[in-house]
């Protein structure tokens, strides 16, 4: 047989008007192949049996028994009946084969799939998308949301998925499309539904009625069907996270917001783009005012009498260095409040933007702080750590105390002394 580079040769040989005896010679090949090959008419060599064919049977009924049976674990078995080639030939022979059957329980594999149209107007699916890593060093969470019948994508970044952050962050998704669809297709997020069933829990039925819309939630194990999102999601996470120029959450969010409403919006579609579709889409308007729940987190206060929340720092009394305390913030309000763990209020301040890296000091905290960091100036000598200072009295007695020393006299046998002083050397 001829390789892959001689078929190529022939072939322009024989074009340049070569004659079959010419490109023998040349070639070092018999007439007969050249011909054939020119003709097409070459020789299909014929594919060995596979090593896996004496353990057909062995593997056909281990994937019987366990669809997911990893490869390793098959490896080792059949390495014991007399398989003596490498890891890498059985993985391949086991995808050449198909031998490795679709598990029906998860779906896995070539599965029938069809898409469901939307309505305009008719619903806007949510989730939560997780940074673990962020330039700034911590992580945040995404709601994203997305309209099912256009595919037009809004974000609100957040510190966490309690019931508060999705009340906050849900509004200002909503806000951001420019209203709300009839219905929210959610997966079962513990704050919206219980654990174990589709049933809303009665702070998420009030949120729902306080918009106007209705929430369904995704069947058990069936993610797919709020698709939209999740391939928005993707889509965020390839398109603009990966090369957002972005160094804090509030710069992250104010560039989202711009690829959202130009990039994102601007992609094809039939019959427009996603920014067209979408803004024919009849959204129920929003109220005036958000949901009226409130923001709860403890924080510790630092050195400097600063405790951080939403990417801001706010003051509290000097006095209450290192303790904890909880900061409440009402959506909608543009105060945040710090309670001490006694229940007292002890400050409030004009909340900043999330995320802006704000430092806001009440002028009556300043000034307690310079108090008592005047108060704990001192002038003295500092301590000499390189000093010497051996174990005193009190910790020899206490070490002596400790190995049961204490109270016994050391007696001097003289006689024992002078026959050991006198012995031969």
């Not at 072939?11 to 097409?40: C, E, F, M, P, V």
């Not at 008719?122 to 945040?140: I, M, N, R, S």
């Not at 209450?320 to 409030?348: F, N, P, Y």
């Not at 000598?381 to 174990?391: D, G, Q, S, T, Y």
Request: hydrophobic share 40%; with cysteine.
């Amino acid at each position: 047989m001829l390789t892959k580079e001689d078929d190529v040769e022939i072939q322009a040989l024989a074009g340049r008007g070569w004659s079959i005896s010419a490109i023998a010679r040349h070639t070092g090949r018999d007439r007969k192949t050249i011909r054939a090959y020119l003709n097409g008419k070459r020789p299909k060599r014929k594919r060995p049996p596979s090593c896996l064919e004496p353990y057909r049977d062995y593997l056909v009924a281990r994937f019987a028994d366990d669809h997911h049976v990893l490869a390793s674990v098959l490896f080792r078995e059949l390495a014991d009946l007399g398989f003596d080639r490498s890891y890498q030939t059985l993985v391949r022979e086991l995808r050449r084969l198909e031998l490795r059957p679709s598990c029906p329980a998860c779906r896995s594999g070539k599965v029938p799939t069809t898409e469901i149209p939307h309505e305009p107007g008719e619903e806007c699916q949510l989730d939560w998308w997780e940074l673990a890593d962020t330039p700034w060093g911590e992580k945040a969470y995404v709601l994203v949301g997305a309209l099912s019948h256009s595919g037009r994508l809004r974000a609100v970044f957040s510190e966490g998925q309690s019931f508060p952050h999705l009340v906050a962050a849900l509004d200002g998704v909503l806000r951001r499309l420019g209203g709300t669809a009839k219905s929210w297709r959610t997966d079962r997020m513990a704050t919206v539904v219980h654990p174990g069933t589709d049933r809303l829990r009665p702070e998420a039925a009030a949120l729902a009625k306080h918009y106007g819309a209705q929430v369904a939630v995704c069947p058990a194990y069936r993610p797919q069907r709020k698709g939209v999102v999740e391939s928005g999601i993707g889509y965020l996470a390839g398109s603009w996270w990966r090369s957002a120029p972005v160094a804090t959450q509030a710069q992250a969010q104010a560039d989202l917001d711009r690829f959202c409403a130009t990039v994102a919006d601007g992609r094809r579609r039939p019959g427009g783009t996603v920014g067209s579709l979408a803004d024919a889409e009849p959204l129920l308007s929003l109220p005036a005012s958000p949901f009226p729940a409130e923001l709860a987190v403890e924080r510790t206060v630092d050195a400097k009498a600063l405790v951080n929340f939403e990417g801001n720092r706010y003051s509290a009394p000097p006095e209450l260095l290192g303790q904890v305390v909880t900061i409440r913030a009402r959506l909608g309000e543009l105060d945040v409040e710090v309670v001490s763990a006694a229940g007292r209020k002890v400050a409030r301040h004009r909340r900043a933007p999330a995320g802006a890296r704000q430092t806001i000091r009440a002028a009556e905290h300043a000034r307690a702080l310079e108090r008592a960091v005047l108060d704990a100036f001192d002038v003295g000598r500092p301590c000499k750590r390189k000093a010497n200072r051996p174990p005193g009295e009190a910790a020899l007695a206490a070490a002596a105390q400790i190995r049961g020393e204490e109270g016994k006299e050391v007696a001097i046998d003289l006689d024992r002394y002078a026959e050991i002083a006198g012995a031969p050397r």
